[in-house]
């Protein structure tokens, strides 16, 4: 909101404000992509995935693609000051997410229940992060190894900011009244896996894990 103010604040300038939900796709290594990673620990190992909170926790999405899409459009056809959230009609929470995990990897996902999130949230945000990535971390760099891949960018590291109770809720009804169509209107299993099988083919996910 600060930096747009300072947009705002400058004269005569000709500008438009875009904010997109998160953002999933090919060369996604910030958004769905460290959950993806998450998800293939439990494929290698074989055990239940829990998650924290709800299935019902916001995470809405956007492909890649529709935003380049969008900001195009946008150049052409949006109003000059306005603010455009860039977003699918999918309405994606935890539990869509997880059920692509489910789909992708063959594994069973779970949130915990009353008392074990009660608990959890006595722990507090820094300890859970730390603890997640502490189970994490080291399964997945093993496994990467043991199928020959030495050195990755991907992780399933989450920051504190990924693991907060913060739903990503968004409404993007202006940039679709302004005549714009998504040609990936929700997020699928089939878009997760090419994220997977185009970082397979570089040599930076191990193929496997997708098999």
């Given amino acids: 909101m600060e930096a747009e103010e300072l947009v705002r604040s400058v004269p005569e300038l000709d500008f438009l404000i875009v904010r997109p939900a998160i953002v999933y796709g090919p060369s996604d290594v910030l958004g769905i992509t460290p959950r993806l990673m998450v998800g293939s620990i439990y494929k290698e190992t074989g055990k239940k995935m829990e998650s924290l909170y709800s299935k019902d926790l916001r995470v809405n999405t956007v492909h890649v693609r529709d935003v ?9 056809n949006g109003t000059r000051g306005e603010v455009y959230n860039v977003v699918d009609q999918g309405d994606t929470d935890q539990g869509t997410i997880n059920k692509i995990l489910e789909n992708i990897y063959g594994i069973r ?12 949230a006595q ?23 043991r199928y020959g891949i030495n050195d990755t960018p991907l992780t399933p590291y989450l920051d504190e900011e990924l693991i907060r109770e913060t739903p990503t809720a968004v409404v993007g009804k202006k940039l679709l009244a302004a005549g714009f169509t998504y040609d990936h209107p929700q997020i699928t299993s089939e878009l997760c896996r090419e994220v ?16």
């Fill in 109 to 120: 996902t779970t949130f915990l229940n009353g008392i074990k999130m009660a608990a959890a």
């Fill in 123 to 145: 722990m507090g945000t820094k300890f859970l992060v730390g603890l997640a990535n502490d189970q994490h971390l080291k399964p997945f760099s093993d496994a990467c190894k």
């Fill in 68 to 76: 380049a899409r969008a900001l195009w459009f946008l150049v052409e």
């Fill in 196 to 211: 997977l099988e185009d970082y397979a083919s570089k040599g930076i996910f191990p193929r496997e894990l997708l098999q």
